[in-house]
């Protein structure tokens, strides 16, 4: 899921007209003391990288939900008693300031979470989306997977591209090792196979490169993608267990929580919903309205505490997705040497630790 510069489709569109605001996120929590002067409320940073669900973040500056660096906090900022900087970056970055330590906490899938979480153990405070066709596999003179057979497919190798390539064939009872995957970055492959390439006749990109692909090169096919394994790749919210024990740590986790789940009722309010995914394309390669939403339908969001709530305590992606989405990753050597962190649901032990908490504080003052 590495980010690469956008790639301009339409004119860009105005910017969001301010998002509604929910009130209190439990009867505690409903009214925190906040000081006159905003020096004083406790700042935690977020990294974040263009990518549908986590364009949500800059969509809520727009909007007021949270305030600009140095600037009058937001509304939500205001609730919590805490204020959030984004650090808007490419995503490998996010990955590395996320790792060092440079940043609270950072938006990754739960595949990149594990490398970091080895040297700096973390919570994954909420899901925010999983791919379920936004990473395809597109061929021009290939009918079928079996025609793929011993022929390259390129794409980002060590990454999320190529965790779903092996996936898919293993679903499908196929081995990989028949089935080459050669590195390539995600924005030359696509230009490749647009243009007509000869050494280029099978790719694995995400949106927008896939849907622009598609469209560009009628002769292009879709010949498997990642809804046949689903809830494999999750887009998520991870959180430094140092900054969680920080002062006023637990409150920006729930902070966090709740901008998203703002952001989403926008989204799903037919009264704001135009603006809401214009707002998103502006963040997310200037795509149209139109065209975010087919890319928020490929790329389905945990748009409720409670949908989120639900993956993280699914017995079967406790104990059937995330082993796999381990031992794949030390298959194809994203895992640096091999070693996996610890993993745990609701145990601050582990190095990687899926924590529901934060998201039913925030569905407690939701649903009042």
């Known amino acids: 899921m590495k980010i690469v510069p956008k790639v301009a489709l339409v004119i860009p569109v105005v910017l969001v007209a301010a998002l509604l605001t929910i009130t209190g996120c439990s009867k505690d929590e409903q009214k925190p003391k906040v000081s006159d002067n905003n020096t004083e409320m406790p700042t935690f940073t977020l990294a974040t990288s263009e990518y549908p669900s986590w364009s949500t973040f800059m969509v809520a500056r727009k909007a007021g939900l949270i305030g600009k660096d140095g600037g009058e906090p937001g509304s939500l900022e205001k609730k919590w008693g805490v204020r959030i900087k984004l ?47 936004a990473d395809k596999v597109i061929a021009v003179g290939i009918d079928d997977i079996a025609a793929l057979k011993g022929k390259k497919t390129h794409g980002l190798s060590k990454s999320v591209s190529q ?47 896939a849907l622009q692909t598609l469209r560009t090169n009628k002769q292009a096919k879709t010949l498997f993608d990642s809804s046949a394994i689903p ?40 009264k704001s919903a135009d603006l809401t995914f214009k707002a998103l394309g502006e963040d997310f390669s200037n795509l149209s309205a139109d065209d975010m939403r087919i890319c928020c339908k490929e790329t389905r969001f945990y748009s ?22 381990v031992k794949t990753c030390q298959a194809i050597g994203i895992l640096d040497n091999g070693k996996a962190p610890t993993i745990g649901f609701g145990d601050a032990t582990k190095q990687l630790n899926f924590d529901t908490q934060y998201m039913k504080k925030v569905a407690a003052g939701l649903s009042k």
Do not use: H
């Open 163 to 209: 965790f779903m390539f092996v996936r898919v064939l293993q679903s499908k009872g196929l081995d990989p090792k028949d089935y080459p995957f050669d590195n390539l970055d995600p924005a030359a492959a696509a230009t490749a196979l647009q243009t007509g390439s000869k050494d280029v006749q099978s790719i694995c990109v995400w949106n927008p490169f």
């Open 304 to 325: 409720t505490p409670e949908a989120g709530t639900k993956l993280f305590q699914n017995t079967d992606f406790q104990t059937k997705t995330m082993p796999t989405v």
């Open 87 to 133: 650090e808007v970056k490419d995503y490998d970055p996010c990955i590395t300031m996320f790792g060092n330590g440079s940043v609270d906490a950072c938006c990754l899938t739960n595949i990149d979470s594990l490398n970091p979480a080895l040297g700096r153990p973390c919570t994954a405070i909420m899901p925010t989306s999983t791919s379920v066709g």
């Open 231 to 270: 809830e494999e790749i999750i887009d998520m919210v991870v959180m430094g267990n140092d900054s969680l024990k920080k002062e006023g740590g637990e409150k920006f986790a729930c902070l966090v929580c709740d901008i998203y789940y703002n952001v989403c009722q926008r989204m799903d309010n037919p």
